[in-house]
């Protein structure tokens, strides 16, 4: 039962153009959203968040956007750079529930 | 970085054996977290604990125990290592419930 799914497992873009990765989630009582970042041989860091009564957040280079109705949300990294060249993960939960829930990852690689 | 260590980092173990991974943080978090990470499926959480000796179940928690004996320590044990098990196995901390997880390096076991 995979509530949230990344269908990408991989993407390139060159440097400085947008990276955009996609999300979608069948929960609706998810409402809070994060993006975590992972280096080989690293755990995931937390990249950045948005809580459901939100569309949009913004830090730096990175937004996320979500759009309850679709169940979907993405992240924006502009302009991509080779040090963002990582596996993303989408993640969800519900408030008060400790089951933070996973996407599968998407691979970006970023080419100089 | 949050203080989460994870030992060991690497194991190999034969099938049918007991095996003890170990999580130690020293941020004096409530919350902690095993989550196992295979390809294709993200991360999945094992257990969790919500405090001292308070632990509960998650996504995929048959074959595993956990223990919370200290704040600062969380145990995952596999009662009889099976090769379905093998996995890199990530521990994470949270402040409060809907927050962000810090996670360790994770252990990579490898059950033969």
């Known amino acids: 039962d995979q509530q949230v799914k990344q269908n990408s497992p991989s993407l390139s873009v060159q440097e400085g153009r947008i990276s955009i990765l996609n999300c979608d989630y069948t929960?609706?009582?998810?409402?809070?959203f994060l993006w975590y970042k992972k280096y080989p041989a690293e755990g995931p860091t937390f990249l950045i968040s948005?809580?459901?009564?939100?569309d949009k957040n913004e830090d730096g280079r990175f937004t996320v956007f979500l759009n309850k109705s679709a169940k979907h949300l993405s992240l924006h990294i502009v302009p991509s750079q080779p040090g963002d060249s990582a596996v993303y993960f989408c993640?969800?939960?519900?408030?008060?529930?400790?089951?933070?829930?996973f996407g599968a990852g998407t691979r970006l690689t970023v080419k100089p | 970085d949050a203080g989460i260590t994870q030992s060991p980092r690497h194991k190999v173990t034969e099938t049918g054996t007991p095996v003890t991974l170990r999580c130690h943080q020293t941020?004096?978090?409530?919350?902690m977290y095993w989550y196992r990470q295979d390809p294709g499926h993200g991360l999945r959480l094992i257990h969790y604990?919500?405090?001292?000796?308070?632990?509960d179940k998650g996504e995929v928690s048959d074959g595993y125990s956990v223990s919370r004996s200290k704040t600062e320590d969380f145990l995952l044990t596999l009662e009889s290592a099976t090769s379905s098990q093998t996995s890199v196995y990530f521990c994470?901390?949270?402040?409060?419930?809907?927050?962000?997880?810090?996670f360790g390096s994770g252990t990579q076991l490898s059950v033969l």
């Open positions: 993640a969800a939960s519900v408030y008060g529930d400790n089951d933070m829930r």
């Open positions: 941020e004096n978090h409530r919350y």
């Open positions: 994470a901390i949270q402040g409060r419930s809907n927050e962000k997880l810090f």
């Open positions: 929960n609706s009582m998810f409402d809070y």
């Open positions: 948005i809580s459901s009564i939100k």
């Open positions: 604990s919500y405090g001292v000796k308070d632990t």
